[in-house]
């Protein structure tokens, strides 16, 4: 029996450790590489876990508000920062630890260090401790990840302009914050700030929030953003940032100026995320990167040179930790030579706001732009029994079908859980199911995934709650 084929990982992220963990489950031999002590990379340390777990707490403030409504009143929330910061990490260490575990479960050899290129399936390894290495492998899949952006002319030296990880440190709570960006990281992380007490307002260069997203879905989120943030400035530019003795005085231009320059105690930097291609040794090897910096990658997850596999954010959008470990399980199983290709038809989108958006599939924004003719069929949470028990009546749940064939080509929601919701929509998409397969599905009462099977409904014109008959 020939030997395992022996492989290494860069980069402990959600794409690394998902193809390094498939690895050993396959019988490959698997070096992991990452800076960290354990795996977990961007999204669990300084990512998607902390960001997630301080909107939980940001929800949380906003329903103790809320609750006056239903006669509770829990007062005016008092905050040890100390305390919600411990908490934080408590919860990255939890699930970086576990990860750990499993990596050591598996056989897999962790390195917690750097690795460099000395040619296509050789790498120079500086550990954290212990003495540089160099080691030979027969494949080598790059999950390097991103990293934040800058607006080109506003890198200024401050530290009172901070990006995404220094949003997440949270080391206080200023008085008042420009975001710079109106993408789901500066809208997350402004939501955040706003709940803990800052007064958070918004630039944005596009003329709506969140590029892409349909403007229907976006409409119950700007309702409640005009409530939660001080001001949003649309179509505008931010020409100038400036440290001074008050703050970070930022100089606007466009047509959401109402006032030319505004001082603020923090600016935050949210302009979207570039990617770690700059491997040091890459030029050893035959990977080619595009204009962007991005690393090219067929849809096996293998780049230019054929040793070496690429996943995730290096290989561009969308930066998404699911869609970066679903590309590391499929350049495993092309190593371990079995067939596989990355081609889903829906990889779901979540903006974690309050109300939370998510969307799968075909947009409508997509459709319209590519010409596509499309039904949408609609249900809004207004006539749905648990949103009302939620005191939550502003949402929405559609879905995108294929006017001929009546297949479901994509699904989109906002609402509270709108994230844990639009699973049931990717599903559909991927196994082709016809609105009718999703109006037949009996989904239990009351509950808020009702919604899906009821806009379904709603498109035959046989929705029990709302009366819309089908034309």
């Known amino acids: 029996m020939p030997d395992p084929k022996n492989i290494a990982v860069i980069g402990g992220g959600p794409g690394g450790y998902a193809a390094a963990f498939l690895a050993a489950d396959l019988g490959l031999k698997v070096t992991l590489i990452d800076t960290e002590p354990n795996p977990g990379g961007t999204c669990l340390y300084i990512g998607c876990i902390p960001s997630k777990s301080l909107l939980h707490v940001a929800k949380t403030i906003n329903e103790a508000k809320q609750a006056k409504d239903w006669g509770i009143d829990f007062g005016a929330p008092r905050i040890?920062?100390?305390?919600?910061?411990?908490?934080?990490?408590?919860?990255?260490?939890?699930?970086?630890?576990?990860?750990?575990?499993?990596?050591?479960?598996?056989?897999?050899t962790f390195i917690q260090g750097r690795a460099s290129f000395v040619n296509s399936t050789t790498l120079k390894i500086a550990r954290e401790h212990g003495e540089p290495e160099q080691r030979s492998f027969d494949n080598i899949i790059l999950a390097t990840g991103s990293r934040p952006g800058w607006a080109p002319g506003l890198q200024i030296r401050s530290a009172r302009l901070i990006d995404s990880?220094?949003?997440?440190?949270?080391?206080?709570?200023?008085?008042?914050?420009?975001?710079?960006?109106?993408?789901?990281?500066?809208?997350?992380?402004?939501?955040?700030?706003?709940?803990?007490?800052t007064k958070v307002s918004i630039v944005e260069m596009a003329s709506?929030?969140?590029?892409?997203?349909?403007?229907?879905?976006?409409?119950?989120?700007?309702?409640?953003?005009?409530?939660?943030?001080?001001?949003?400035?649309?179509?505008?530019?931010?020409?100038?940032?400036?440290?001074?003795?008050?703050?970070?005085?930022?100089?606007?231009?466009?047509?959401?100026?109402?006032?030319?320059?505004?001082t603020y105690d923090r600016a935050l930097m949210a302009v979207g995320r570039w990617p770690n291609s700059e491997i040091p040794g890459l030029e050893n090897t035959r990977v080619e990167t595009d204009n962007l910096g991005f690393i090219k990658v067929d849809r096996q997850r293998r780049t230019t040179d054929p040793a070496i596999f690429a996943v995730g954010d290096v290989t561009g959008a969308p930066m998404l930790a699911h869609k970066a470990s679903a590309e590391g399980r499929v350049a495993v199983k092309v190593i371990a030579g079995q067939a596989a290709t990355f081609e889903p038809r829906a990889i779901p989108a979540v903006v974690f706001t309050?109300?939370?958006?998510a969307w799968c599939g075909l947009t409508e924004t997509q459709a319209n732009a590519e010409?596509?003719?499309?039904?949408?069929?609609?249900?809004?949470?207004?006539?749905?029994?648990?949103?009302?028990?939620?005191?939550?009546?502003?949402?929405?749940?559609?879905?995108?079908?294929?006017?001929?064939?009546?297949?479901?080509?994509?699904?989109?929601?906002?609402?509270?859980?709108?994230?844990?919701?639009?699973?049931?929509?990717?599903?559909?998409?991927?196994?082709?199911?016809?609105?009718?397969?999703?109006?037949?599905?009996?989904?239990?009462?009351?509950?808020?995934?009702?919604?899906?099977?009821?806009?379904?409904?709603?498109?035959?014109?046989?929705?029990?709650?709302?009366y819309r008959p089908k034309r």
Do not use: C
Request: hydrophobic content about 40%; glycine content about 14%.
């Open 80 to 108: 040890d920062l100390e305390k919600l910061r411990l908490w934080k990490q408590g919860v990255v260490g939890k699930l970086t630890g576990g990860l750990g575990t499993l990596s050591k479960q598996r056989g897999i």
């Open 165 to 197: 990880t220094g949003a997440l440190a949270l080391q206080e709570i200023p008085k008042s914050m420009l975001v710079i960006g109106g993408g789901y990281i500066g809208l997350e992380l402004g939501t955040v700030y706003a709940a803990l007490g």
């Open 208 to 262: 709506g929030l969140l590029p892409g997203a349909d403007r229907d879905l976006l409409l119950p989120v700007a309702r409640r953003f005009d409530k939660t943030f001080e001001k949003i400035m649309l179509s505008t530019k931010v020409t100038a940032l400036e440290d001074t003795a008050d703050g970070i005085r930022a100089t606007f231009d466009g047509a959401g100026v109402t006032e030319k320059q505004v």
């Open 354 to 357: 309050d109300p939370e958006i």
């Open 371 to 466: 010409g596509r003719p499309i039904k949408i069929a609609r249900f809004p949470w207004a006539a749905s029994g648990r949103a009302s028990t939620l005191d939550r009546n502003d949402g929405v749940t559609k879905i995108i079908i294929d006017p001929q064939t009546e297949q479901v080509l994509g699904m989109g929601i906002t609402g509270p859980g709108a994230g844990d919701l639009i699973s049931e929509g990717v599903l559909a998409v991927e196994m082709g199911a016809l609105a009718g397969d999703v109006k037949l599905t009996i989904h239990p009462h009351p509950t808020l995934s009702e919604t899906v099977m009821e806009a379904a409904e709603a498109y035959f014109g046989q929705s029990t709650h709302i």
